[in-house]
């Protein structure tokens, strides 16, 4: 008896690579670098203007502890200062996403407490 044996050319599989959704975030953060400028005023205007005095009025009406406080002092310094710092789009608007993030926690801790 005779084996056959089959010889499989690897460029007759198209293996497709899947990217992670927080590569794909990376990538299109990397490609957002010819807006750079209009992200920076976005996170500016956003965050200074909208953000965070929406978080300082639910930190006063809730808790109104220090530690509050100080958690959204450093979350608007975090985005201020990577955009001050010149910081490519990949991370800054990483940096910014994570800023509000914690904004919208502290508003909800502290409105949680307000209607309790």
């Given at each position: ?70 958690v959204a002092i450093a979350a608007m310094a975090v985005a201020l200062v990577a ?34």
């Amino acid at each position: 008896m005779q084996t056959l044996q089959h010889s499989l050319s690897p460029s007759l599989f198209r293996t497709e690579r899947k990217h992670s959704v927080l590569s794909r975030f990376i990538t299109w953060c990397t490609d957002q670098e010819k807006f750079r400028f209009g992200w920076v005023a976005a996170i500016i205007a956003i965050h200074g203007c909208v953000l965070t005095p929406i978080t300082v009025l639910a930190i006063t009406l809730g808790t109104n502890h220090i530690a509050y406080w100080g958690v959204a002092i450093a979350a608007m310094a975090v985005a201020l200062v990577a955009n001050l710092a010149a910081m490519p789009t990949r991370i800054t608007i990483p940096v910014f996403f994570f800023s509000v993030l914690i904004d919208i926690l502290l508003i909800i801790i502290n409105l949680a407490y307000f209607l309790s």
